[in-house]
């Protein structure tokens, strides 16, 4: 697990930009970051996309991420527990689950990026997220969404109405 906890380097993931410029975006990942941690929930949709689009926005792979969040939804930890290819990433409940469980979250936050720069949920996304929703149900952890993340945008598909509860 422990190399997909930083999907890229800097330079890679933000090859355009000069160190200083990549140095002051990961400076403002790490607020933003640290600011979640210390009480700020991510019971709002807007910043929890914006939160996700700074994390795997521009990944050239997709990542399946997933927010693991305490009983007031602060963020216990971002993790990177899947990595794919250009179109699709491989994911196991079961090490969603267990990942829960080691951590005592009570919520989580799916998500995972396109690097097609499309949002849109495909059939997959939506299967995946039905799934996981019935598994993490039984543990009693609850799925708050699952955010798509594309280059220029992100979407919620709890605000969409395609996050099924069981």
Excluded: W
């Excluded at 290819?85 to 267990?98: D, G, H, K, N």
């Excluded at 969404?145 to 969409?160: F, K, N, P, R």
């Amino acid at each position: 697990m422990s190399d997909l906890s930083t999907p890229t380097t800097p330079h890679t993931q933000y090859p355009s930009l000069a160190p200083k410029q990549v140095a002051t975006i990961q400076e403002a990942i790490g607020i933003l970051e640290s600011t979640m941690r210390a009480g700020d929930t991510f019971a709002n949709s807007e910043a929890t996309k914006q939160f996700c689009r700074l994390k795997i926005g521009t990944a050239k792979d997709e990542y399946f991420c997933c927010l693991f969040l305490d009983n007031q939804h602060r963020l216990l930890v971002f993790e990177h527990l899947f990595r794919g290819t250009v179109s699709a990433a491989s994911v196991y409940p079961r090490v969603i689950v267990r990942r829960a469980l080691e951590l005592n979250a009570a919520a989580v936050i799916l998500s995972h990026n396109h690097p097609s720069g499309m949002t849109e949920a495909s059939r997959a996304d939506t299967e995946i997220t039905t799934r996981l929703v019935h598994a993490l149900e039984l543990i009693d952890v609850r799925v708050l969404d699952h955010i798509i993340v594309g280059s220029e945008s992100a979407l919620s598909m709890a605000e969409q109405g395609l996050l099924k509860q069981a």
